[in-house]
């Protein structure tokens, strides 16, 4: 996905430099840091991996190389950082899709298991729009149309088991209706169908800049509060909705990595999130921080894994290919 790529890159342009630090001493880390992002340069993936790189080395005091290794869904990148030493010189950075939803749907060698959980870094604004003349002012109005005629709708998707997929499912199952899944490659491409009228809904914040210019129809947010960029869209509670979407960008150590070298990674995570622009850049890719360290996010991770696990069963959904 490409979200204000040079509003949020902004403060990427000058790159890592490490200030003197206590690292010199022989103590972690004393050497160049990587943070693996299975993805392509240019994404919000990439993006959020370049902020977090920028911060965490800062803080640690060593130059922090990203790393994209993009390919077979985020497989090859998410794979790689499994087999890495556990040494605490490399990390991943990677959303729920990657992590807790594709060992349940591809054929891998890795599972959540593999990883240490470092901290989860952001929570994203979901967003459910349709193109701008369609006649349902809320989502709502969506529910009660699709209702009346079921299997007449269809919604789009970055991809069968991708987070903006099983957020669709999620939602369909709870106001038992029957709206027809149409894949594609990537957001850009499902976005562009929207638009053009050749798919009814769209379930991806993706499309919150197009929301903005009046391209797009807001019909709901996913989270229990407004986005403060479409602060007229109502929240899935308001209109009697209710579900954990469950989307979060996270930082990964490969299964073994020494605890203080953890709790310190994601110390340093922290404060890199905590800074003053952050919520302000994320705001404008439907992102906001939603910290949690390592023991909560462990929970978090085993919860959403266990989670998937059965929806992706239950639903029979199976991974294209």
């Given amino acids: ?19 003197p630090s206590w690292a010199q001493s022989g103590r972690w880390p004393n050497k160049v840091l990587h943070f693996v992002t299975p993805y392509p340069p240019g994404g919000l993936s990439d993006q959020i991996t370049r902020f977090i790189a920028n911060g965490v080395s800062s803080e640690l005091g060593q130059p922090v190389i990203v790393d994209n290794r993009a390919g077979a869904g985020a ?36 599972t959540a298991d593999d990883f240490a959980p470092v901290a989860k870094l952001t929570s994203s604004y979901g967003l459910v729009t349709a193109r701008k003349e369609a006649p349902w002012a809320n989502y709502r109005d ?17 991809g069968v088991g991708s987070i903006v997929h099983l957020t669709g499912v999620l939602l369909h199952k709870q106001a038992g ?29 993706v499309t919150l800049p197009r929301v ?13 509060t407004r986005n403060p960029e479409l602060p007229n869209v109502p929240t899935l509670q308001e209109l009697g909705f209710d579900i954990d ?48 360290g390592p023991d909560a996010f462990r929970r978090r991770v085993q919860e959403d894994s266990s989670f ?7 639903e029979n959904i199976q991974a294209e290919g």
């Avoid at 149409?182 to 009814?200: A, H």
């Fill in 1 to 19: 996905m490409k979200l204000h790529r040079r509003t949020f890159c902004a403060s990427l342009a000058l790159p890592f430099v490490a200030k």
């Fill in 75 to 110: 497989v090859l990148g998410t794979e790689f950082a499994a087999r890495s030493a556990p040494d605490g010189y490399t990390f991943l950075v990677a959303p729920t899709a990657a992590v807790a939803i594709a060992p349940w749907l591809r054929k891998v060698r890795f």
């Fill in 142 to 158: 969506f529910v009660t149309a699709a209702k009346a005629a079921p299997g007449k709708y269809t919604f789009a998707s970055n």
């Fill in 177 to 205: 209706i029957d709206v027809v899944h149409v894949p594609y490659k990537g957001s850009m491409e499902s976005m562009t169908d929207l638009i053009g009228g050749r798919v009814d809904v769209m379930y991806d914040p």
């Fill in 212 to 224: 903005k210019d009046g391209m797009l129809k807001g019909l709901v947010t996913t989270n229990p």
């Fill in 245 to 292: 979407p469950r989307s979060w960008f996270a930082l990964f150590a490969p299964k073994g990595t020494p605890p203080e070298i953890v709790a310190r990674m994601s110390e340093a995570a922290q404060k890199a999130m905590s800074a003053p622009t952050a919520r302000q850049q994320l705001q404008l890719s439907a992102m906001y921080p939603d910290f949690e």
């Fill in 308 to 314: 998937f696990r059965e929806l992706i069963r239950k």
